[in-house]
């Protein structure tokens, strides 16, 4: 390093190559991704947010709510499931003996106890979830081995992991759930929970606003701000508006007053609920739950 | 002729030339600085107190969070760093800075951008890219004033006398090319009208963040404090070569740190990241070899002098390096991730690292450039014992929140609210620490305030004194 030339060009190769990994890389391979297919369906994936949600997100963007929330649900596994669909020919009894034959297997021998407690007093009802939480190898063998004597069985993939037990999601978030964001924004702490679910959880546009104008209204724990300047505290008219909140008592306007939010406040609900990221995809599959 | 006379002839242009400049530039950036340690202390009181300020939109926390963080780094470090580097390139060159009022311009252009953004962060108005936020109208104007100090930099380095190059060259050098580079990428990707879809935006916000906040302010924290460590300590840089093998090790694997390892986004992307980031263990390694050999044994006596605020800038500069590797490592990563680990290593990355290089530095250089001492030197010293209080409570404390709000959250069966609720006990220790940290940057202010007063008095003095004196008679000579 001794002229001015070398320094600069070392410089140069060592920010280009990783301007070219980081930067151009990603753009060719990702800046012309297209919507996906549903998992076992013709849905595309994902749907382009219309109207309210649309400014609702450049809202959500204005105010800095990434600040302290996060909108990605992380996974750690994946868990297999075997549920009972038909017993064909056989009598549930019998179905009882048969899969007690098994239990001398030795890949089963961690989930005997689990199988015997759920099939204890079973009356023959269907569908019958008999193995969970278990790995893929287990589930096809238990699979064969049903369809050998003509049962016949489904096996479903759960997502594991802490954000989906806390119930933020039933599956992790790829790339492709974020195609239509602009700005994509992911967040980098959770000072309050995920937000990837939210339409999903709580899909209530009138929970949404409550919990906007008094997040403590609705989760006495929360440690959220309200939002009270989304709303507009006004006298109630001849008719009261259709839009005013009903609050608890604690939280709500003096007689004759009515809280009604703000255009901005209903923009951003309609985001909330828009945000929703629970159908399975080919890199993110799971077994949704039967409706 | 005489070199002694020639020399202070010589220091007394150069310190000339740079007086202004580097006036505009710190003067700005010690009230940006004072501004965002404000706005970090509100963020942070409304972790207590949710509806502190709550019925004013400008004030909620996704505003002034982010906007304390651009003030700190956008409205302090680079403008400081600029002004030191100005000066070390100068004295480097042994050469007056060239094209002195460009700096002056820029200086001025900058805090002007930095204005801008702010009041366009609080206004709504931000990107929603995290260290991006300012608005397309701020950018430009940053983005402008940063090549004119380069212009100006580039062209004292061009025509110096001495021609040999100084380790601090390389990593100043290197930090006036990655600035525009990333900054321009950044903002012509994600701050303009065609933007790339999904997560590429991501994926080029963390790319930028890690090479402003990480790379950027670890070439010029590291670059400043390789010339200010041996000057001080009257002795060589202890080796050349390890500080070589730092500088290429930190710009060819830090560059390609930051993609979080649970990140939505193509396998490859964090795994690279990953790999980098234990990588970033050897520059890390090689400049505390460095800076040790130089520092260790040192006989100076500096309770509080310039000397503590760059070793302390230093030590925490290796642990903010340490945290950061760490939190790419995908077993913490997975605990780390989404909680207040991150916002602790950033706060010791900008604050600890290089907010105290940068503190040192101005106090070390001003008095020469002003020609006359610190006009509070007692404030000087409570101010390095108040930071470094500061950024210890400040940051050990959310290293520990995070730590436990990651392994509570990682639990399902405890609730989310008590995992939160965890971490808010660490997090008043950590508002403490802010305040500390607030009052030391107002005694920064005043040192440099008071010195900018004296000095326009001093010059109004002159003016007076000049207009008063009695006109000069012309002697006709017969």
């Not at chain 1, 929970?193 to 104008?213: K, M």
């Not at chain 2, 890390?284 to 070793?311: E, H, N, P, W």
């Amino acid at each position: 390093m001794k002229t001015g030339v070398s320094v600069f060009i070392a410089a140069f190769v060592a920010l280009g190559a990783s301007w070219c990994g980081f930067v151009l890389a990603p753009v060719l391979q990702l800046g012309g991704a297209k919507q996906t297919v549903v998992l076992q369906s013709t849905d595309n994936w994902p749907l382009q947010r219309i109207g309210e949600a649309t400014l609702g997100l450049q809202v959500y963007r204005a105010y800095g709510c990434a600040a302290c929330h996060s909108e990605q649900v992380r996974q750690t596994g994946a868990a297999f499931e075997v549920t009972l669909t038909s017993l064909g020919v056989q009598k549930p009894s019998d179905f009882v003996d048969f899969t007690k034959s098994l239990f001398v297997l030795p890949e089963l021998a961690d989930y005997t106890n689990a199988i015997a407690t759920s099939l204890n007093g079973w009356k023959g009802g269907l569908p019958k979830t008999l193995l969970t939480c278990t790995d893929k190898d287990i589930a096809t063998e238990m699979a064969d081995r049903l369809k050998a004597v003509g049962v016949k069985s489904e096996t479903g993939i759960i997502a594991t992991g802490a954000d989906i037990a806390r119930g933020w999601g039933s599956r992790l978030s790829v790339a492709a759930d974020y195609l239509y964001d602009q700005p994509v924004q992911l967040g980098s702490l959770r000072a309050g929970p995920d937000l990837a679910n939210i339409g999903v959880r709580a899909p209530d546009a009138n929970w949404q606003l409550q919990h906007l104008y008094a997040p403590k209204s609705v989760t006495p724990t929360s440690t959220m701000p309200s939002f009270k300047f989304l709303f507009e505290v006004r006298k109630i008219g001849a008719t009261p508006s259709p839009d005013a909140l009903n609050l608890p008592k604690e939280f709500a306007a003096a007689d004759g007053y009515e809280i009604v939010p703000k255009p901005e406040a209903k923009q951003l609900a309609a985001y909330l609920l828009s945000l929703k990221a629970n159908v399975p995809l080919y890199e993110a599959p799971f077994t949704p739950a039967a409706k | 002729m005489n070199p002694t006379e020639n020399k202070t002839s010589c220091d007394r242009e150069l310190n000339d030339s740079l007086r202004v400049p580097l006036l505009a530039l710190f003067g700005g950036a010690a009230v940006w600085l004072v501004v965002g340690l404000v706005l970090g202390l509100i963020a942070g009181i409304k972790f207590h107190a949710p509806e502190f300020l709550g019925g004013c939109p400008l004030m909620t926390y996704g505003r002034v969070a982010p906007a304390a963080n651009d003030a700190i780094l956008y409205g302090f470090c680079i403008p400081a760093a600029l002004g030191v580097m100005l000066w070390i390139l100068a004295r480097l060159s042994r050469q007056p800075l060239a094209l002195p009022l460009v700096p002056v311009v820029a200086a001025n252009l900058w805090h002007l951008g930095v204005f801008i953004g702010t009041a366009g962060i609080l206004l709504g108005a931000s990107t929603g890219h995290t260290w991006l936020e300012y608005p397309r109208a701020a950018s430009v104007i940053l983005f402008a004033a940063f090549l004119l100090i380069a212009v100006s930099a580039a062209a004292t380095f061009g025509w110096r006398s001495e021609k040999s190059l100084y380790p601090s060259h390389w990593f100043l050098f290197a930090a006036l090319l990655w600035f525009p580079w990333i900054y321009s990428t950044a903002n012509l990707l994600l701050n303009s009208n065609q933007v790339p879809r999904g997560v590429v935006q991501p994926i080029i916000g963390w790319w930028f963040a890690n090479n402003l906040v990480f790379v950027w302010l670890a070439l010029v924290g590291v670059g400043i404090a390789f010339y200010f460590l041996p000057k001080i300590a009257g002795r060589p840089l202890a080796s050349s070569g390890y500080a070589l093998f730092g500088f290429l090790t930190l710009t060819f694997f830090g560059t390609w740190c930051g993609i979080p390892q649970g990140a939505p986004v193509p396998a490859w992307l964090p795994t690279l990241s990953s790999v980098a980031a234990a990588l970033t263990l050897v520059p890390l390694l090689a400049i505390l070899i460095v800076t040790a050999k130089t520092v260790c044994g040192a006989r100076v006596s500096c309770m509080g002098g310039s000397f503590c605020y760059i070793k302390f800038g230093m030590m925490s500069f290796i642990v903010s390096g340490i945290l950061y590797v760490s939190a790419a490592c995908p077993q913490y990563s997975r605990i780390l991730d989404y909680t207040w680990f991150g916002a602790a290593q950033t706060q010791l990355q900008l604050l600890g690292f290089a907010a105290m290089i940068l503190f040192g530095a101005i106090y070390e250089l001003l008095p020469s450039v002003m020609g006359k001492p610190l006009p509070l030197p007692k404030f000087a010293k409570a101010h390095f014992f108040l930071t470094m209080i500061g950024v210890l409570l400040f940051v050990v404390p959310l290293v520990i929140a995070g730590v436990v709000q990651g392994e509570k959250l990682a639990d399902p069966s405890i609730a989310f609210a008590d995992a939160n609720s965890a971490a808010l006990k660490f997090l008043r220790v950590s508002t403490t620490g802010q305040l500390l940290v607030l009052l030391g940057a107002i005694l920064f202010a005043a040192n440099i305030f008071i010195m900018t007063i004296q000095w326009k008095l001093g010059i109004a003095k002159t003016v007076i004194a000049y207009l008063k004196s009695p006109l000069e008679t012309l002697e006709v000579k017969p």
